[in-house]
Every structure is written in C-alpha cells, then in structure tokens.
T-cell receptor, first 112, second 117 residues
Framework: GESVGLHLPTLSVQEGDNSIINCAYS??????FIWYKQESGKGPQFIID?????DKRQGQRVTVLLNKTVKHLSLQIAATQPGDSAVYFC???????????FGSGTRLLVRP | GAVVSQHPSRVICKSGTSVKIECRSL??????MFWYRQFPKQSLMLMAT?????????EQGVEKDKFLINHASLTLSTLTVTSAHPEDSSFYIC?????????????FGDGTRLSIL
C-alpha cells in the first residue's frame, strides 16, 4: 500500500561533506527504484534511478546503491552544496509495472 | 526534456466551489498521468491513475465522484475537485511518464496548493 510519513527524519551535513540518505523499501517484488528531490513548494524532481539487475549506479555527484538482500536503497551525494537542501524521497514500483510507492522522505539540511 | 506543467499553482476559494487543475506534458506524449496528494511534512499519496481515452483508475479510499479526472488528449489531464470543503485543502501534484515501460521515471509538475476557506 501507500507509504505515509508521520514525520520527516532530518540529516544535517556540513557544506562540502558527503551525504548518505537511506531508504528501506517494502516490497520484494519491486524491480525499479527512483530517488526524487523535493524543494519547498515544488513538485519532486527526478535525480537518479536504478533497476534491480544493478547494485550501483552513478550520476553527476550522486550514487545510488541497491541491496536487494536487505531491501535497502541509499543515495550518496558528494560534496554537498547548499542547493542540495531539500526533502529526498525514494520510490519503488512494487507489484505494479507503472505505479510508484513513495517512502516517507528525509530532509537534508546543509550547513554553510 | 520531460517537462510537466501544472496550472494553477495556487487556488484559494470558498467552500462548495469546484476547482479544476490542469496537468500538461509539454515536450512528450503521455498515455498515463498520475495524480497525487501531499499533506505537510508527509509523503506523496497516489490518488488515481489517469489513462488517455479511458476511465481513470482510483486508489482505494479515493472518491471518484469527488475527484473527477479527465484525460482527453496525450498531453493533458485534468483533476476537478467537486464541491470542495476545507478538508480538501492540500498540495495536489501530477506526474507523467515517458514511454510505457515499468522502468521509466515519472516526471512531476510543480503542484497546486489548494486552500478552501
């Protein structure tokens, strides 16, 4: 079913440090995963995705790691910048080939 | 590429008013669009899947007569909140997917903040 967050965990990092945001997904049938970034008052912005036949994928300053054994997904942001401050959501496709189930989100705060 | 535009960005209206929100895919065609609702500090909750040329598929607990969805073209889906009441106040976000494969990301509009007085 849908994942509804009752609160937002917060990760506070120093500008220039690396950030790691974690996500435990719920459905072992999920074979596609996405990370989104949502700034205040805006819609989610696609960051990076990964399919279940991979365990790592890299983008520009971001890396997604997938551990299917423990149903864990992480997003690593290198050299975190103030503009990275936002709420980050992981999403999985679950049993559906077209719907997404969103995690509860993590707020990233970057200290100058 | 893959730009989704949502309009209006903000609506404030009286209780009992019906409100229409538009979602457009600007640079691609989308046979499927999605409508979400988001409360403050919470995640996105899927309300319905909008299918071009056919009826929308609603998630459990979402009233189809309350939230009317029309997907008349490959680039436009609309959500109408009928006879809106204060409890309908929320952030409504649409998304669209490029292509039909299950391993394609959804691209989101910037949301509509609905406030019912």
């Amino acid at each position: 079913g849908e994942s509804v967050g009752l609160h937002l965990p917060t990760l506070s990092v120093q500008e220039g440090d690396n950030s790691i945001i974690n996500c435990a997904y719920s459905n072992s049938a999920s074979d596609y995963f996405i990370w989104y970034k949502q700034e205040s008052g805006k819609g989610p912005q696609f960051i990076i995705d990964i399919r279940s036949n991979m365990d790592k994928r890299q983008g520009q300053r971001v890396t997604v790691l997938l551990n299917k054994t423990v149903k864990h997904l992480s997003l690593q942001i290198a050299a975190t910048q103030p503009g990275d401050s936002a709420v980050y959501f992981c999403a999985e496709n679950g049993d559906s080939s077209y719907k997404l189930i969103f995690g509860s989100g993590t707020r990233l705060l970057v200290r100058p | 590429g893959a730009v989704v535009s949502q309009h209006p960005s903000r609506v404030i209206c009286k209780s009992g008013t019906s409100v229409k929100i538009e979602c457009r895919s600007l640079d691609f065609q989308a046979t499927t669009m999605f409508w979400y609702r988001q409360f403050p500090k919470q995640s996105l909750m899927l309300m319905a899947t909008s299918n071009e040329g056919s009826k929308a598929t609603y998630e459990q607990g979402v009233e189809k007569d309350k939230f009317l969805i029309n997907h008349a073209s490959l680039t436009l889906s609309t959500l109408t909140v009928t006879s809106a009441h204060p409890e309908d106040s929320s952030f409504y976000i649409c998304s669209a997917r490029v292509g039909q494969g299950g391993d394609q990301p959804q691209h989101f509009g910037d949301g509509t903040r609905l406030s019912i007085l």
